[in-house]
């Protein structure tokens, strides 16, 4: 998965945290929300303008992030 697809970055949006495609909804509010006990359907379905692909992005994010950091 390409992630630099999904996950966007904007200096005046979130502080240029990582976003989901342009939106105000960064990569770490979904890890918030999954690490806080949601599974990944209730997310999807307490914010319906998100997919599956878009939480996958988050997780492919993470995952070259911390890779990169080695």
């Given at each position: 998965m390409n992630y630099m697809d999904i996950i966007t970055f904007?200096?005046?949006k979130r502080?240029?945290?990582p976003?989901?495609?342009g939106m105000r909804i960064t990569v770490y509010d979904i890890f918030?929300?999954?690490a806080?006990?949601?599974t990944v359907e209730?997310?999807?379905d307490?914010?319906?303008y998100l997919t599956e692909t878009d939480i996958r992005a988050c997780f492919a994010y993470a995952s070259?992030?911390?890779l990169h950091r080695r």
């Open positions: 904007e200096p005046g502080s240029g945290q976003c989901i495609r918030e929300y999954l806080s006990g949601m209730e997310v999807l307490d914010f319906p070259a992030t911390v």
